[in-house]
């Protein structure tokens, strides 16, 4: 048992005082140190846009007049894990919600993405940015520190043989394995110093900036993102040490490492990519969607509308604004709103419509996504990243269980509006207030008014929108969008984390092999 | 043919490898060059070669300075090193063939590459092997053949025979004293002192980069070489 | 002589296993690269009914007559042309905006249109210049990291040195055999991906897409000329075969991933760009300026919320420039890099680029003014009409109600660069690249010569 300690201890000195070692150490430092605080402020550039649209959407929220028009934009908190791993960029940070559309992850599009006159917020955003690839700590870790491993280990056993210490190494009485164990936690202690560092570092950035403050479940996801990077570390460690035992010469193995790495790296999850796209074509959404519009256009110019009385505004349109449905009578709103009662269902109808194809296509595009995670299941940077984001809560699983929330939530809000929205839209705030109606009385106030101050004086101030109070909505359920559980994004992580223990443990297994059996 | 004129090398890390040296071998003489391990004898050779530049003197092969026109002086010698290394995953053949090219000929054609190889005792089965999976005594003996078949005047050898077996090294002396009859200048630095003693002409003895003694045939004839040269070592 | 060499290390590499395993590794991936854009080019070009004709659709009536009185006041959508060559370098084709929104008497965003799934793509779909970027700037380090340190080492730099060729022949020789085996590896794996296109047929190539085609082969050789020369001269430098590959791998990854990915961190160093509160401020602060006192009439009116609209226009597209210019600082601080500077060449060849969308937008400015003139003339041509156009009120405008011609100002024309313009938009980066190569030349060789032969004794 001595003899490994003395190993180890042996290793780590070895490592720790070496170039490469130092070199590694003071590239993933200033790496994670200068991303780090990059993506702190993003972060925190990101959370103060989150609590500005919340506000701003909640106050919309209570300036509803109709029930027909209440759309709820959800707002999605930024999750501080983001940071380690910003995942991909046209994630959404609203999720719009409404009686005539079901959220689905197709509706993400970036934010920000538009470059205009209008816009709220005191950091500046910049979508041309985009087209710079990000770099985050998963990138750094599965990228950088992943070669760094290759380094350290990659001459560990061909080196000594050309040096001649392997015979002095192995005339001691020390098992070949345990020299293995040794050698392996060694270089294991000496790949995890840059990487304990560097998160330490950050969190001490984040302590002193104040920017970020994490909930006792966003330490816990940090102390498995953690554990995570330790066993993909390990993982590369094992490889490395499994090829230096086959390379006949520390150079070789060298190669045929980075060899490895890049196919790993960059050469199956770019073929995955590929290949699945065409395993799993996408469904043509906008082709489906027309065709499900165009037949509800056609049943929806079935629908007969035979209007009772005269009105003052000519159209009747849905979307001309909303002055067009002021100044109605009685009897003619209740005839709409039986009209109504027939058209509603319908729009609801094609909403639930929309939902199926993009639902369907958002499955096409999972199947296309699982496809490309099976194709490259066997390189252990993909699974790394695929931890990563799931832990970070910024992979498409994390986003589609808060759009199946925000879907949850459109249901009850259904159950609360379709009564009220079925069988009254614009038009029964008329009924609600009857100094808006043409009676007689209000016809002859008005047109007395008009010949005084001109016929501006109608939409100015008889059907002027702004008179309508705004509805009552407290009974109204109120959306609450959080980041998902840990507990769930473990779950994701679960899977690509035991292959990666089963990748590592196959290295480690084919290496003592390969040692036992090691011509000294 | 193949001459030193006060050469003199000290490495940068301040080693004075070689301090005026004075060598002069004429055309049909063969010239031992004994010494220690690290006399600086590879360092002589290196010096001709122009692998490394002197500090001071002159190199001169065929009367062309070796410094300053090493491609000319280049042209008239003939280069075996002290372990040779060819191209592994290339054939016996392709190797000479290579060589042969570099060295300014390219009118041969296998049959000669092969005439070659037979005369420096290859066996016929390895001509179009890899080079890889050659002994070291193949090796060297594939380095003799590039060397013949570059036709140089100057022939200048770095412990050629180190690694032989004692036939292979028989043979090899066979066929540098038939160059020698061809008219060829050779410089030879080796431990073998009796294979020396067999052939030499001139026999020189180096110690930390000087040449302590210089002795013909003639004047060796009657003296025990490896008395001398461990007499010169003690001092 | 030189010849001699050259063949020998061709050889050399032509029969190894690197070299076939770079060649199956990059024609597999330039291959599947070229199928997978020839999916999506198509899936582009016919999803998006506006990509296609002029977007003068909103002044068109039901009977397809042009007519004033339907001048949009909320703006109608401009697309940016697709390049054919898009999976060369499809950083900027993607990522960057590619439809302008604009109202005839304004311009009133610039965005990008959302595609389907989007947020399932890769994090970064790997384009052609990406793949060479990466995989045979790798190779250039395998075909040549050992070649000097390994050659002194085994002897045989001393065993070809000691015939009559000149010290820097070897190393020439090296350089260009290393070259030539990545031109060979190059040449069959793009013509392997351009004969998957062609078989595919769905991407439309043209005679000046070759041109563009041979530049970018051209900018690559250039690029993975660099990359031999730094292989050589980490070999030039490593005492053994090791130092040299460990040499090489520091720079490679230096410049391949981390310089070039620092740049978008580098940019948000820059400043120049407002916060989006200020810039409607500033919005807010221009209407102030132009202020419509009571009594104005409606044609007074009409001249002033004109200027308010130009004066809103050269505010967006002075954030716009500004935001370009913070792009801009990325890519100059990622220029660092040769690998950086080749994707920017390689994109500019493809016609894509920050260079390509500044002249989108100004193509779409242009057309835009260019139609609001023609619109003005019609209107002018009408003698019922009485001349006064409203921004933003819809349909209430009071401007000529005939139907009118108005030529050749409705069709918007936006054409991705000639070849002729592309080499001219990549000129810059292909010095650089070009200075790159210089340098590294001169410092491998400077040294190389400068070198003993003889390996240290002990090695
Ligand atoms: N490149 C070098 N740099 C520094 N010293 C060297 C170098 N090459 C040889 N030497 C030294 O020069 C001396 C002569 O070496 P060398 O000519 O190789 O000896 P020999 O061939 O006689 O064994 C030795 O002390 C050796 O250590
Ligand atoms: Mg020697």
């Known amino acids: ?520 | 043919m193949i001459q030193a004129v006060d050469l003199t090398k000290r490495y940068e890390d301040g080693n004075l490898a070689l301090d005026h040296l004075n060598l002069n071998i004429q055309p049909g003489q063969i010239y031992c060059l004994l010494g220690a391990n690290g006399a600086g004898k590879t360092t002589t050779i290196n010096l001709f070669f122009n692998f490394i530049e002197p500090t001071g003197g002159t190199a001169l092969i065929n009367g062309v300075d070796c410094t300053k026109d090493p491609i000319g002086a280049k042209r008239h010698a003939a280069y075996v090193s002290e372990n040779v290394m060819l191209y592994g995953n290339f054939t016996a053949r392709q190797n000479l063939e290579f060589f042969t090219r570099l060295a300014g000929r390219r009118e041969l054609g296998k049959e000669d590459y092969y005439m070659v190889m037979r005369q420096v005792g290859l066996p016929e089965r390895s001509f179009e092997n890899r080079v890889k999976t050659f002994s070291k005594g193949m090796r060297q003996k594939l380095g003799i053949a590039i060397a013949i078949l570059k036709q140089a005047p100057a022939l200048i050898l770095d412990e050629p025979t180190s690694g032989l077996d004692p036939k292979a090294g028989a043979e090899f002396m066979e066929l540098l004293t038939r160059l020698r009859g061809e008219g060829k200048a050779i410089l030879m630095s080796t431990h073998d002192i009796f294979r020396a003693r067999e052939v030499a002409d001139v026999v020189g003895i180096m110690k930390e980069g000087v040449l302590i003694m210089e002795k013909s045939r003639e004047n060796l004839m009657y003296e025990d070489l490896e008395k001398i040269y461990l007499k010169y070592m003690e001092v | 002589m030189i010849a001699t060499l050259i063949r020998r290390e061709f050889l050399e590499h032509v029969t190894s296993l690197r070299l076939s395993v770079l060649l199956i590794m990059t024609t597999g991936l330039l291959v599947t690269s070229a199928a997978y854009f020839s999916a999506r080019y198509d899936s582009t070009t016919t999803q998006s009914p506006f990509v296609r004709p002029g977007a003068s659709q909103g002044l068109v009536d039901k009977d397809g007559k042009t007519n004033l009185m339907m001048a949009p006041c909320t703006g109608f959508g401009l697309h940016r042309a697709l390049s054919p060559l898009g999976f060369l370098a499809g950083a900027g084709e993607r990522e960057f905006p590619d439809l302008v929104m604009v109202a005839p008497h304004g311009l009133k965003s610039i965005q990008r249109e959302t595609k389907t799934g989007e947020a399932f793509e890769p994090a970064a779909p790997a384009d052609w210049a990406y793949l060479i970027g990466v995989i045979l700037s790798f190779g250039a380090g395998l075909l040549t990291y050992r070649s000097v340190s390994g050659e002194r080492r085994d002897g045989t730099l001393a065993q070809v040195l000691a015939n009559p060729v000149p010290k820097s022949m070897p190393l020439l020789a090296k350089y260009l055999a290393a070259l030539l085996a990545l031109a060979f590896v190059l040449t069959f794996a793009m013509a392997s991906g351009v004969l998957t296109l062609i078989i595919l047929g769905k991407v439309p190539l043209g005679g000046d897409d070759w041109m563009k085609l041979s530049l970018f082969w051209g900018t690559s050789i250039l690029y993975l000329s660099f990359f031999v020369l730094l292989g050589l001269l980490s070999s030039v430098a490593g005492r053994s075969p090791m130092m040299s590959a460990a040499g090489f791998l520091l720079n490679w990854t230096l410049l391949v991933f981390i310089i070039p990915n620092l740049g978008g961190i580098i940019a948000g160093f820059d400043h120049t760009v407002l916060p989006p509160r200020e810039i409607s401020a500033m919005e807010q602060a221009i209407s102030a300026r132009y202020p419509e006192p009571p009594g104005t009439t409606l044609q007074q009116s009409s001249v002033i919320m004109l200027e308010r609209e130009d004066a809103s226009e050269a505010l967006l597209i002075q954030h716009f420039h500004a935001m370009c210019g913070q792009v801009g600082t990325g890519e100059r601080f990622a220029r660092l890099s040769p690998s950086a500077v080749y994707a920017y060449a390689a994109e500019a060849t493809a016609g894509g680029g920050l260079p390509r969308l500044i002249q989108f937008v100004d193509n779409a400015v242009r057309y835009r003014k260019g139609l609001f003139q023609a619109m003005l003339d019609a209107d002018r041509s009408d003698p019922s009409s009485q001349h006064i156009y409203i921004p933003y009120r819809c349909g209430g405008n009071v401007f000529s109600p005939r139907n009118v011609d108005l030529g050749p100002a409705k069709e918007f024309r936006d054409l991705p660069p000639s070849s002729g313009e592309s080499l001219l938009a990549a000129m810059w980066d292909l010095l650089l690249l070009g200075v790159y190569n210089l340098l590294a030349f001169a410092v491998a060789f400077t040294w190389f010569l400068r070198q003993d032969v003889a390996a240290l004794p002990g090695e």
């Open chain 1, 1 to 520: 048992m001595t003899g490994i300690l003395d190993i180890i201890r042996k290793e780590l000195l070895i490592n720790l005082l070496s170039l490469r070692f130092i070199i590694g150490l003071v590239v993933v430092m200033l790496l994670i140190g200068l991303v780090g605080y990059v993506l702190t402020l993003d972060y925190a550039s990101r959370r103060q846009a989150y609590i500005a649209a919340a506000e701003q959407h909640s106050r919309a929220l209570e300036d509803a007049k109709v029930y027909s028009t209440i759309k709820v934009e959800m707002d999605i908190p930024p999750n501080p894990l983001s940071l380690l791993s910003r995942g991909s960029k046209d994630l959404p940070v609203t999720i719009t919600v409404s009686p005539y559309h079901v959220p689905t992850i197709l509706d993400a599009s970036g934010s920000g993405a538009t470059i205009s006159l209008d816009g709220t917020g005191d950091l500046p955003v910049n979508p041309l940015l985009r087209v710079f690839s990000s770099i985050d700590v998963g990138f750094i870790v599965g990228m950088i520190m992943s070669l760094f491993c290759i380094l350290l280990v990659f001459d560990s056993f061909s080196g000594e043989k050309e040096q001649g210490t392997l015979r002095v190494l192995l005339s001691a009485p020390v098992g070949r394995l345990q020299l293995l164990a040794g050698k392996y936690c060694g270089a294991l202690l000496s790949a995890a110093t840059p990487l304990t560092a560097g998160l330490l570092l950050l969190v001490i950035l984040w302590n002193i900036s104040g920017l970020v403050t994490l909930t006792p479940a966003d330490w816990l996801g940090l102390a498995c993102m953690y554990a995570a990077s330790i066993l993909y570390l390990a993982c590369f460690l094992a490889l490395g040490i499994l090829i230096s035992l086959f390379a006949e010469e520390s150079v070789t193995g060298l190669v045929h490492q980075l060899l490895v790495w890049v196919v790993a790296g960059i050469v199956l999850p770019a073929g995955a990519g590929y290949v699945a796209e065409f395993l799993h074509p996408i469904l043509p959404e906008t082709e489906l969607i027309r065709e499900a519009d165009e037949n509800y256009g056609r049943a929806y110019s079935n629908v007969r509308y035979q209007q009772t009385e005269g009105s003052w505004n000519v159209a009747y349109t849905d979307y001309a604004g909303p002055e067009s449905f002021l100044g109605i009578t009685e009897k003619e709103a209740l005839n709409r709103v039986e009209y109504n009662k027939i058209i509603f269902p319908m729009k609801f109808a094609l909403a639930e419509e929309h939902f199926h194809i993009r639902d369907a296509v958002q499955r096409s595009l999972e199947r296309r996504e699982e496809a490309r995670n099976s194709l490259d299941a066997i390189s252990p940077v993909a699974a790394y990243g695929r931890i990563v984001r799931a832990l970070a809560g910024s992979d498409i699983g994390s986003y589609r269980r808060t759009f199946a929330a925000a879907r949850n939530y459109r249901e009850s809000l259904m159950e609360y509006l379709r009564p009220k929205v079925a069988t009254a839209a614009w038009v029964t705030r008329v009924l609600d207030q009857p100094e808006l109606q043409p009676t007689k009385e209000n016809m002859s106030y008005w047109n007395e008014r008009a010949k005084k101050e001109g016929e501006d004086v109608f939409l100015k101030e008889w059907w002027n929108w702004s008179r309508v109070k705004p509805l009552d909505l407290s009974a109204m359920p109120r959306p609450n969008l959080e980041v998902p559980g840990l507990r769930e994004r473990l779950g994701d992580a679960l899977f690509p984390c035991a292959l990666l223990m089963v990748l590592t443990a196959g290295f480690l297994v084919m290496a003592g092999w390969k040692l036992l059996r090691y011509p000294a």
